[in-house]
């Protein structure tokens, strides 16, 4: 489900630096987001996010359709912390986000977050997070039954349609536990593409993966991408795949303090990348 791009002041946009890819109108545009987490039981709290800016006035722009951005920076640099907030799971201390239109911060209520999320965006973690009992189709189908909004038979089209997207049409009938990591990882894609998502985010999902995996999960997320020009936002801790963004953003300390563009998105090959990673460990 996409909306119809809206009018919007893309004066800023002479100050971006050309990629070779047509982007979209905003989709996330942040201001003034800080977030502090008090430590429940005690007067502590911690500051994980300090005054995060991604908006036309800054250096930082906002980010939008269809591109694909790379977080990265140091451990506790408040990453997740940010992923979380976009992804409605948590709400900011102060400031906003401007997600698709929709303004949201921390008054917006449990049920419009809820809303936003279950139509709009879709999660994918580092640990897979798939129901135990259930097969990969049903894991993917679940989301589609709680949203209520398609039947029994257009469910289960589409959550086959899905893996079939992810290379998994072989596997539906399989357990999480009768699926190799990367089988996995593909599922929970195949999972958090279901309700058709404007937006991607992902925290490491190659965090548990091997090499080879890692690249088919990356190639497959280029291909979402570029193919339904979903927008995706991803962490990872891998600086070899910084190639698969348009742009790469680095925060440290809750605050972004770099970013870079990539003029073309551009894929690892298997070998050549072993071969790099052999020389490199020798
Ligand atoms: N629920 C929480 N309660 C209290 N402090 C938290 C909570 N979650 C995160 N923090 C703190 O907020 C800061 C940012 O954490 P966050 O998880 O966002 O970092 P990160 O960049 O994702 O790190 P990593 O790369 O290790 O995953 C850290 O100092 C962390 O200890
Ligand atoms: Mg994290």
Redesign the pocket.
């Known amino acids: 489900m996409t909306s119809e791009p809206k009018d919007y002041d893309n004066s800023w946009t002479y100050r971006v630096p050309q990629i070779h890819k047509e982007l979209g109108e905003p989709v996330i545009t942040i201001r003034h987001l800080s977030?502090t987490?008090?430590?429940p039981g005690t007067d502590e709290?911690?500051?994980?996010?300090h005054d995060i800016h991604l908006a036309p006035d800054s250096e930082f722009y906002p980010i939008r359709r269809g591109e694909f951005v790379i977080?990265r920076?140091?451990?506790?640099?408040?990453?997740?912390?940010?992923?979380?907030i976009l992804g409605t799971i948590d709400t900011a201390t102060s400031g906003t986000v401007e997600l698709l239109g929709e303004e949201i911060s921390e008054i917006s209520s449990d049920a419009y977050l809820s809303g936003l999320r279950l139509r709009r965006i879709g999660f994918v973690f580092q640990t897979f997070n798939l129901l135990g009992t259930m097969s990969a189709f049903e894991n993917v189908e679940l989301p589609m039954t709680i949203q209520g909004k398609l039947g029994h038979r257009q469910r289960q089209e589409r959550a086959l349609m899905l893996l079939e997207t992810v290379g998994l049409q072989d596997r539906i009938a399989h357990l999480p536990s009768e699926l190799s990591g990367g089988e996995q990882q593909r599922v929970t894609i195949a999972r958090a593409l279901s309700n058709d998502p404007d937006i991607l985010l992902l925290?490491?999902p190659t965090g548990d993966l091997d090499t080879a995996n890692t690249i088919d999960i990356m190639n497959l997320l280029l291909r979402i991408n570029r193919e339904k020009k979903t927008t995706c936002v991803m962490?990872t801790?891998n600086p070899d795949v910084e190639c698969y963004a348009d742009r790469l953003l680095y925060?440290e300390d809750?605050r972004f303090v770099k970013q870079a563009v990539n003029k073309v998105q551009t894929p690892l090959i298997l070998e050549e990348y072993q071969e790099y990673l052999r020389k490199k460990d020798a």
């Open positions: 977030k987490y008090n430590i709290s911690v500051k994980a996010l977080l920076g140091p451990s506790g640099g408040g990453k997740t912390t940010l992923l979380n925290d490491e962490v801790h925060l809750g």
